[in-house]
């Protein structure tokens, strides 16, 4: 077994809330990006960009949404939201992956989403080959219309993850995975 197959099989993410400094410095995001925007993407769309939120900006709109979710009269579970909020101002490095996907002749936005989807997954993985601890995450405010200018979305752009990196000094545990046999077959005709 290679060194990547045993990553890939034990592979896992840290709570964001555990991300703590050192974050990643300018030429180590650079590669993160790099890494990220090598997943398939059919018809060279690049159907996907990405933003730094800075801790002043995070704070910023952090601040807006929990304006936002005091006037929402549907919410659920207020305190939920509340928490899932705070997130944004833990991990030292927060990297936003905003799907682009537009109608296009050829290519169906499905799968332009699905490669918005593999440019998060290989983030984590970028971040992880550079030391980093990453965690994956959206949030109720990713699919809340009103909430769309403040985090500073353009027409038909989606946000398909907010992905927090850092550093972790916390033992990671493990979590049951799926069983292989109840997700596999060979189809026989």
């Not at 060279?44 to 929402?72: C, N, S, T």
Request: with cysteine; hydrophobic share 40%; aromatic share 6%.
């Amino acid at each position: 077994m290679t060194d990547l197959t045993h990553y890939m099989k034990t592979r896992r993410s840290s709570l964001s809330l555990t991300l703590e400094a050192p974050g990643p410095d300018d030429a180590q995001l650079r590669t993160i990006l790099e890494v990220a925007t090598r997943v398939p993407d059919h018809g060279k769309l690049a159907p996907w960009r990405f933003e730094l939120w800075p801790e002043h900006v995070r704070q910023d709109i952090h601040d807006d949404l929990q304006q936002l979710l005091a006037g929402l009269n549907d919410v659920t579970d207020r305190e939920k939201q509340v928490q899932a909020t705070r997130k944004l101002l833990h991990a030292p490095c927060v990297l936003v992956a905003i799907s682009t996907a537009q109608e296009h002749p050829k290519i169906p936005i499905w799968e332009q989403h699905l490669s918005a989807g593999a440019a998060c997954m290989n983030t984590l993985i970028a971040a992880n080959s550079l030391g980093f601890e990453a965690q994956w995450l959206t949030a109720w405010y990713v699919y809340e219309d009103k909430a769309r200018k403040i985090l500073g979305l353009k027409n038909g752009e989606q946000i398909a993850g907010i992905i927090h990196i850092g550093t972790s000094a916390i033992a990671k545990s493990e979590r049951p995975r799926p069983e292989i046999d109840s997700l596999f077959t060979i189809r026989e005709s």
